[in-house]
């Protein structure tokens, strides 16, 4: 998961209210529903400590959902009386709706709600052109059309030169319909940033369509056996979506395995356990974090300064650093903030559970190394 976009997270000190809101069940009064929430959220925070205008904003901005409803839910973070973030939700959070109130943003459930939600364009191919559809878990829409050239696009039968030279001409008008689709779903890839290119239509077609793609798109694209004319199901994409989320987190878990070995100078390019993972974020060196939400390190309590690098595993280690000022907080929080202010990435192991130690991180937790 890209971290990017939770950067304003961390423009501006604490305490924060983080909730997560399900939407995902529907009723026959939403106002009243999330009315309803708005109200329980604000009163948990209040409980929690937060102040009367953090708790204000963000029943407003439940209250707001119901104009823009959303399939699954929402995550609000606010501080100051003021929500700072909002991102929508790929799936609802597990439990129901909850708040939270404490010293950092509690982002952690974003990479299983949020994140590792890919984008798929469906191309709906046969001889005369093209249908895109753009998929996400938010839903789907159209994403423009390819109209290729309409006469002939049949072949005849026979053998006699005339028919001979009709065939090449039908060939002649594929082969320029098949450049034109693939240059428009390299086009549009490139508009939405879609993750997975999914083909269906009849196999020369979809071949023919497949090897004119830009060689940078070839490892995105799966294709499907229906036939042109018939939707693909929504589970039907789901299924592709979630096989392309396993292969990436089962690729990522192989990069992890293979840095575990020492290299020729005994350094390895990974680390893993809550020490081991402070000291690589002090040093800047994190390039991407594995985290198993439920693992028990993810809940181990560190301590934190006012700056990401000011992170240690004991309190009085951080004393050590020269901090004054210090919180507890939990390790995969306090570990995102710093993979966020070092622009690292972030993933969940959750979708290829259950694994054994040799699989994945011990505890639950670790990371790919920057190369030093």
Avoid at 25 to 33: K, L, N, S, V
Avoid at 49 to 77: K, N, Q, Y
Avoid at 166 to 173: A, M
Avoid at 210 to 215: D, H, I, T
Wanted: some cysteine; overall charge negative.
């Amino acid at each position: 998961m890209d971290l990017a976009f939770l950067h304003p997270l961390y423009e501006h000190p604490g305490p924060w209210a983080s909730v997560y809101v399900d939407t995902s069940r529907p009723a026959q009064d939403t106002a009243r529903e999330l009315h309803l929430t708005a109200r329980a959220m604000a009163r948990e925070l209040a409980q929690r400590g937060a102040d009367e205008a953090t708790c204000r904003a963000v029943r407003d901005a439940i209250e707001e959902l119901r104009h823009s409803p959303d399939p699954h839910g929402r995550a609000f973070f606010a501080r100051g009386g003021a929500v700072v973030l909002d991102p929508r939700l790929a799936r609802p959070p597990q439990g129901g709706s909850r708040a939270e109130w404490g010293p950092l943003p509690r982002v952690g459930p974003l990479l299983d709600l949020a994140g590792e939600d890919p984008v798929a364009i469906v191309a709906y191919v046969d001889r005369k052109g093209a249908d895109f559809e753009l998929r996400s878990a938010l839903g789907r829409r159209e994403a423009g059309a390819v109209v290729g050239r309409q006469w002939p696009v049949h072949g005849a039968g026979g053998a006699d030169w005339s028919e001979r030279h009709f065939q090449l001409k039908v060939e002649n008008t594929w082969e320029h319909n098949a450049a034109e689709i693939a240059d428009a779903l390299s086009v549009c890839q490139e508009e939405t940033r879609a993750d997975l290119l999914i083909m269906v239509g009849d196999q020369r077609e979809r071949h023919e369509v497949r090897g004119r793609l830009p060689r940078r798109l070839h490892e995105r694209v799966v294709e499907a056996t229906h036939g042109f004319g018939s939707r693909l199901l929504d589970e039907d994409v789901e299924q592709l979506r979630a096989e392309h989320v396993r292969d990436r987190i089962d690729e990522e878990l192989g990069r992890f395995r293979a840095a575990r070995s020492p290299d020729e100078e005994g350094r390895s390019g990974a680390v893993e356990g809550v020490p081991a993972l402070v000291e690589a974020a002090r040093e800047h060196v994190l390039e991407e974090l594995l985290i198993r939400p439920e693992a028990a390190d993810a809940h181990r309590e560190v301590w934190i300064g006012e700056d990401p690098d000011q992170l240690a595993a004991r309190r009085t280690e951080l004393k050590a650093l020269g901090e004054r000022h210090s919180w507890s907080t939990r390790a995969d929080d306090a570990l995102i903030r710093s993979a966020v202010a070092t622009d690292a990435a972030a993933l969940s192991l959750a979708p290829v559970a259950p694994l054994t130690e040799d699989d994945a991180p011990t505890g639950g937790l670790g990371a790919i190394l920057r190369r030093r």
